[in-house]
């Protein structure tokens, strides 16, 4: 256990559903991320929150949509998704905003969009 | 831009030692991170190098210089449940969070 977990683990949804994820951080850090990994893809920065102010969106269609309302929380909502967007969802946290020393990850949710 | 290149796979024996290489090319350099993650798991942090040399922890250890752009980690005295995905990773240029390489799977043999 890592200190982040996260919720659903496994989530199946068609294209026009609507779906949230959650991610929950008891180490008391200051920013979250949320990852996108695929298969024989590295993995893909999606969203930074630093103390609930998001710092940067790596280009990410707007059917994702992050919402931070404390430092130990954060959610990534989804509608209207594509195939392409199965893949394991990754939150991580670390105590401050430059990461190198250590991001924390939770163990992911498995998302599959039919 | 930023990229990091590392090798896809490398297997070996139990016992043995290997060095996983990663070079990266960045436009602002803060320090070079491993991440190890098993299958099915969570990507968990190994360590971080911000300045040239050889970090030692435990089995593991990671090396890192700066002026080749270039670092690598080595895992001693292989075990079965090293066998995992390694991934290198540099923070991006505003300083808000990790690119990761594409990983290398380590496959470890008895």
């Known amino acids: 256990e890592t200190g982040v977990t996260q919720t659903p683990r496994h989530l199946v949804m068609g294209m026009t559903n609507k779906k949230s994820l959650k991610c929950e951080q008891h180490l008391g850090h200051n920013a979250m991320y949320w990852y996108k990994q695929s298969a024989k893809k590295p993995l893909e920065l999606m969203f930074v929150y630093n103390f609930k102010e998001q710092t940067e969106n790596n280009s990410v269609p707007s059917r994702f949509s992050p919402e931070c309302p404390n430092s130990s929380h954060l959610f990534l909502h989804l509608h209207t998704l594509q195939p392409e967007d199965s893949a394991l969802y990754l939150c991580?946290?670390?105590?401050?905003?430059?990461?190198?020393?250590?991001?924390?990850f939770g163990p992911g949710t498995r998302l599959t969009v039919l | 831009g930023q990229s990091l290149e590392q090798p896809s796979e490398v297997t070996a024996v139990e016992g043995a030692i290997v060095q996983i290489n990663c070079t990266y090319q960045t436009s602002g350099f803060y320090g070079l991170s491993w991440y190890q993650q098993h299958d099915g798991g969570a990507p968990t942090f190994l360590s971080y190098?911000?300045?040239?040399g050889l970090e030692e922890t435990g089995r593991f250890s990671s090396f890192l210089s700066r002026s080749d752009s270039y670092g690598y980690l080595l895992l001693q005295e292989l075990q079965m449940k090293d066998s995992a995905s390694y991934f290198c990773a540099v923070i991006n240029q505003a300083g808000t969070a990790l690119i990761f390489g594409k990983g290398t799977t380590l496959s470890v043999s008895s």
């Open positions: 991580a946290s670390s105590q401050d905003l430059l990461a190198g020393e250590g991001q924390y």
């Open positions: 190098n911000a300045l040239d």
